[in-house]
């Protein structure tokens, strides 16, 4: 089975090792959820596979090829896309544009092939192709987003909050787009803040605190067992651990502002 493999990362930024020895596997063919809360090191992480900072020490691997080190360019060409917090759009270009710009490295055909992909599974940015990228609302800059990561048709999927300030109904239409690439062969690993959605999509999964691992399993056994989900949010200056005990404090409730719809709740599992 094909897998992308993370071992023994660590990526430091300001002379601060903000992920620490990180090692995480994510197969072809299904969603491997990443949780954690903000400041965990999930972003940096995705930022040193994406080849935008550097790990030291640390491996990315791709089927035993090494891509640790390589130019962002290089890493995307072999097969991984990063999807990265925030919605990253040249924001004066058509949403056209900022798929063609996707496209720079790939061949006429495949460049072509790629965006005929993209608009069919964002069948709702067709109509939007020659409006700029600010005019767009949250949930239509994430689908542009996405498409432009899968324009490359990938092996890997890295998504960095893909819920982040986004109603429920938005996010809903983004999940279909998850399981179809999933369908096809992709393996994506689903970087989120909030577990609810993550664990409904993911057959494995890894709770990541303070730059450290705190569990690594099944997703069901996280969907199964909340005091366990709590604990490993809790575990921070203690050691890591793949199954921590339940901790007795409460869980912190955080919440999203919502784009297209104003403030909500988060999706329910699988939705």
Do not use: W
């Amino acid at each position: 089975m094909s897998v992308l493999t993370l071992d023994g990362l660590t990526v430091e930024r300001g002379g601060r090792a903000v992920v620490k020895n990180v090692t995480i596997t994510v197969p072809a063919g299904q969603v491997t959820a990443l949780l954690g809360p903000n400041g965990a090191g999930k972003s940096s992480m995705v930022l040193a596979v994406g080849g935008v900072l550097r790990p030291r020490p640390g491996s990315v691997s791709m089927d035993g090829t090494e891509l640790a080190g390589r130019r962002p360019e290089k890493i995307r060409a072999a097969g991984v896309a990063i999807v990265p917090e925030g919605r990253r759009l040249l924001s004066d270009l058509t949403v056209d544009d900022n798929l063609r710009v996707a496209t720079y490295a790939l061949s006429k055909q495949a460049a072509t092939e790629g965006r005929a992909r993209a608009l069919e599974l964002f069948p709702a940015l067709e109509p939007r192709l020659n409006v700029p990228a600010r005019s767009l609302s949250g949930g239509e800059q994430q689908m542009v987003v996405l498409a432009q990561a899968l324009v490359s048709q990938p092996k890997y999927l890295l998504i960095d909050e893909l819920s982040l300030g986004l109603a429920p109904v938005v996010v809903n239409r983004l999940v279909p787009v998850i399981r179809s690439a999933v369908d096809s062969g992709i393996g994506v690993l689903l970087i989120e803040q909030f577990a609810t959605l993550a664990l409904g999509l993911a057959t494995s999964a890894y709770v990541m605190e303070g730059g450290v691992i705190r569990y690594s399993g099944t997703a069901s056994e996280l969907r199964d067992n909340p005091d366990l989900l709590q604990s490993a949010y809790l575990l921070r200056g203690s050691q890591p651990a793949a199954h921590p005990q339940p901790a007795q404090a409460q869980p912190a409730r955080a919440q999203a502002s919502g784009e297209d719809g104003g403030s909500h709740g988060r999706p329910a599992a699988g939705a």
